[in-house]
């Protein structure tokens, strides 16, 4: 028996199951030979291996050191009561684990929503952590697991870390705000609840990214508001980071993203 993964973690069964209901959901995609899929075994056989990287005091980089599935960025973030494992990739070996020990293990494991779970649950298995779900987003768990518990709209897992709900890209995406970040600035984690642009100097939400299906106003105003009730200077999402005055621009870029599609004639070029 093993773990089958598309970088989203599944069940122990003989076989793979015929679809990845995530992938096949209009947020997502299926390549264009078919569903694939791999396990635990065989991604260690080609020589995939978790690596960390300290980003901050208190914050590490959990990683594939070659891309597996949307590959994102996992994060380790250290507190006095117990590790938040935030986003954790789709694999993990002893390596990893032995690494992560050493710096406190893992309390808790979150997301911000079901395309970044990766191997949750085997990550928790490996250090006895609670895995967090927001509660709207219970029927895409992909490997049911006693480890998991459900959270709503806001939630302390581990002491500092509030996770709070925006929705948007699914009902139940979500941040994470570690307020004693960036040396007591504030430091939101997005995944791709907010992502960062690629001038890292403007952020964005979608309801589909590689589908290209946008957001309504109503909500990029909603998650807006939301995020502007939290002190932060400092952004991680699930690839890249806005290192100061993160607040400013979520607030700048989501007014703009939100008067784009009203169509404001203060937003519209000439063409």
């Known amino acids: 028996m093993t773990v089958w993964t598309c970088a989203i973690e599944h069940p122990d069964t003989d076989e793979p199951p015929a679809v990845c209901e995530i992938c096949t959901d ?14 635990r075994d065989e991604l260690a056989a080609d020589g995939y291996r978790i690596t960390l990287t300290e980003l901050e005091p208190g914050l590490h980089a959990v ?3 070659h891309r597996l599935g949307i590959g994102q960025r996992g994060l380790l973030v250290q507190t006095g009561g117990g590790n938040l494992l935030w986003e954790p990739p789709g694999f993990l070996d002893d390596q990893g ?3 992560v020990r050493a710096l406190g293990g893992v309390a808790a494991v979150a997301s911000s929503h079901p395309h970044l779970t990766g191997s949750s649950i085997q990550w928790a298995h490996a250090f006895g952590a609670t895995v967090w779900v927001a509660a709207p987003d219970e029927r895409w768990v992909r490997r049911p697991d006693p480890a998991i518990r459900l959270w709503h709209d806001e939630f302390e897992p581990v002491p500092g870390v509030r996770l709070v709900r925006c929705g948007g890209h699914f009902p139940g995406s979500a941040v994470a705000h570690w307020a004693a970040g960036a040396e007591g600035r504030g ?4 995944g791709d609840t907010v992502t960062i642009g690629a001038d890292r100097a403007s952020v964005g ?3 589909s990214y590689p589908n290209y299906i946008p957001m309504p106003a109503r909500v990029t105003r909603r998650i807006r508001d939301t995020l502007l009730q939290l002190e932060f200077d400092r952004l991680y999402s699930l690839f890249a980071s806005i290192p100061a005055d993160a607040r400013a621009i979520v607030d700048r870029s989501l007014t703009r993203a939100a008067l784009w599609a009203e169509g404001d004639p203060a937003t519209t070029m000439d063409t």
């Open 26 to 39: 209009e947020r997502q995609w299926v390549p264009e030979g078919g569903q694939r899929w791999t396990t």
């Open 63 to 65: 990683e594939t050191d």
């Open 97 to 99: 684990v032995a690494a």
């Open 187 to 190: 430091v939101l984690f997005t």
């Open 205 to 207: 939400i979608m309801r």
